[in-house]
């Protein structure tokens, strides 16, 4: 499985982007996908997790603000930021792995990343 991130970039503080990461390899319909981001000097952290059957979890900081979703057909996760502020700034990686965890918070839980896509948020 390959997974490729995309969309990330320089927005002010209050805007909106669109992060989407494409699957490649294997239909990953019954994958638990997510992302997790790591901000300049700190350590990497869970931000979003969609299950194959709907439920979504998100980390406090972005609750209200962020949305996770996915594509099916087109193997592809989405995670739909708005109200960004500058401590969202960081490099955000999306993430699979074949079944379900309580771990999902965890990074080691992950069998696949993506690479990784800049999100520069200026105040």
């Known amino acids: 499985v390959q997974l490729q991130a995309s969309g990330g970039g320089l927005v002010k503080a209050g805007g909106s982007l669109r992060l989407a990461c494409v699957a490649s390899?294997?239909?990953?319909?019954?994958?638990?996908l997510g992302w997790f981001r790591q901000a300049p000097g700190k350590e990497r952290e869970f931000v979003a997790m969609r299950r194959s059957g709907g439920s979504t979890y998100y980390t406090d900081s972005v609750k209200g603000r962020f949305s996770i979703s996915r594509d099916n057909v087109k193997n592809t996760l989405y995670l739909q930021m708005n109200s960004l502020k500058p401590e969202d700034t960081a490099v955000y990686y999306c993430?699979?792995?074949?079944?379900?965890?309580?771990?999902?918070?965890?990074?080691?839980?992950?069998?696949?990343w993506g690479q990784g896509t800049l999100v520069t948020v200026s105040s």
């Open positions: 993430v699979a792995r074949d079944s379900w965890t309580v771990a999902y918070r965890t990074e080691s839980s992950y069998h696949y």
């Open positions: 390899g294997r239909n990953l319909e019954y994958y638990s």
